[in-house]
């Protein structure tokens, strides 16, 4: 899964929007069910929530109306 490219360089910028983008692309496969997307980005979900939090990215403007 994406492990190892989540584990890579905190500070750097260019990291920082590829990881938001992807957060973005899972959240949106599984309609902003987080639970899924860690799942499928094969991370923990607490590593998942702390990146979303991190790229004020909210899960549940993913939801299906």
């Known amino acids: ?3 190892e490219f989540f584990l890579a360089q905190d500070g750097d910028k260019q990291v920082g ?3 938001a983008e992807l957060l ?3 959240l949106d496969k599984v309609a ?3 639970s899924a ?3 499928l980005a094969d991370i923990p979900r607490r590593s998942f ?3 979303l939090k991190r790229h004020q990215i909210e899960a549940k ?3 299906r109306k």
């Open 1 to 3: 899964g994406m492990s």
């Open 17 to 19: 929007m590829v990881e």
């Open 24 to 26: 973005k692309s899972y």
């Open 32 to 34: 902003g069910n987080v």
């Open 37 to 39: 997307a860690a799942r």
């Open 49 to 51: 929530y702390r990146m």
């Open 61 to 63: 403007d993913f939801r």
